[in-house]
């Protein structure tokens, strides 16, 4: 069949604008086709749009040949456009629905569909990511993007409240942040060049200029994992204060946290409702326990990591049985911390740096950086890198104050404030081994 174009009409209601006192009214609606009935004497359908749904109802003895002929054709998900006057209905959804004047099918949509929209017909996940764009039609995968984006907005809203400036750092780089293992080269004309790891050594440079900067922004990890919270693309939400130690970042930190939950319980009771996650807003201050304590308490519990080994998945996992909600672990060895993370004066072998973890997943890491140049050679030689590699950094770090920060992953964030098991759930398009499309 011949589609229809938009012509001259525009939506001039979304569907949870439609509403009994309305009743009489013409309106426009425009959305997708999600379920068509046919009872005889009366032909239903239900459109959806960013507002939700409402049922158009066409009887047939008060309806145009030409509007049951339009609903005849319908597929599930089809692109409708539909001019109707509002009436009163008890037995329809919000006891509110639209009668059809005239139809406008703006694409249809072929059949079969590869996933239920409806979500009557479970799909595994890969099935689900493969047809993503018909997945972020169901209501959950829709709640937690809608969740995602009030959290980030909050964020946002709390950094420039705090005096933080957004920046933009490269996403191309020359050399690596921390180390050269879990970089992805890149071809950049004559030569190879690296997508970032971290806006890290910028943002430092950049405290010397602004003080106090943010960015949002993706980062690349080159790393082999194949779980359920490791992806190789990610968001990071990253901060670099002047003037600043350890403690005073994690301060922001749990007062950012403490917002961003709080607002999203705020901001999206149904979302939450949909997902039938109950969120907890957590208290401060939050519990501090240094690495030592950390592996004290999971040798009690069976569980052994040697001093100066990062902590695996199941320790992190235990520990957040043994705590629950939001934690930091701090004073981490300095051996397995990057080279910019200052070292305790009063134990060197210690460092300046933290981990915030949420139950048993690790949100955020930071710490108070070295912003003397000698003091930054020395790291970087010690830990077998070569400062000719860092040369531009070094020489861009001229009389940069006294700085500490943190970076906090949105997408582990996203997962915190829904409940989701997978960090795939929480990213509209994930990249990781063995994903490289959609």
Known sequence: MQLDDLGEWRRTHLSCEVKAELAGEEVIVMGNVTDIRDLGGIKFFLLRDIGGTVQITAPKSSVSANVLEKIDSLTRESVVAVRGKITTAKQAPRGVEIVPLEIKI???????????????????????????????????????FKIRHHALQSAREFLLSRGFMEVNTPKIVASATESGAALFPISYFEREAFLSQSPQLYKEVLTGCFERVFEVGPIFRAEEHDTSRHLNEAISIDIEMAFATAEDVMCTLEDL???????????????????????????????????????EELEKRGVKVPWGKDLPTPAERKLGEIIGGAYFVIDWPTEIKPFYIHPKKENPKLC???????????????????????????????????????????????????????????????????????????????????????
């Not at 996933?115 to 689900?128: C, I, S, W």
């Open 106 to 144: 703006l694409n249809l949509a072929k059949t079969p569909l590869p996933l239920d929209p409806m979500g009557r017909v479970k799909a595994d996940l890969d099935t689900r990511l493969d047809a993503r764009s018909l997945d972020l039609r169901r209501p959950k995968p829709a709640a937690i």
């Open 257 to 295: 946290i403490v917002r961003v939950f709080s607002e999203v319980k705020r901001r999206c009771a149904e979302e939450l409702k949909i997902l039938e996650h109950e969120l907890e807003v957590p208290k401060k201050p939050f519990p501090r326990l240094t690495y030592d304590e950390a592996l």
């Open 352 to 438: 300046e740096a933290f981990d915030l973890m949420f139950e048993g997943l690790e949100l955020a890491s930071g710490g108070t950086r070295i912003h003397r140049e000698e003091l930054l050679v020395k790291q970087l030689k010690q830990k077998g890198l070569n400062p000719r590699n860092f040369e531009s950094h070094l020489k861009n770090m001229i009389a940069v104050p006294p700085h500490a920060g943190w970076g906090l992953g949105l997408d582990r964030l996203t997962m915190a404030l829904t409940g989701a098991d997978n960090i795939r759930e929480v990213v509209l398009f994930p990249r990781d081994r063995r994903r490289l499309t959609p």
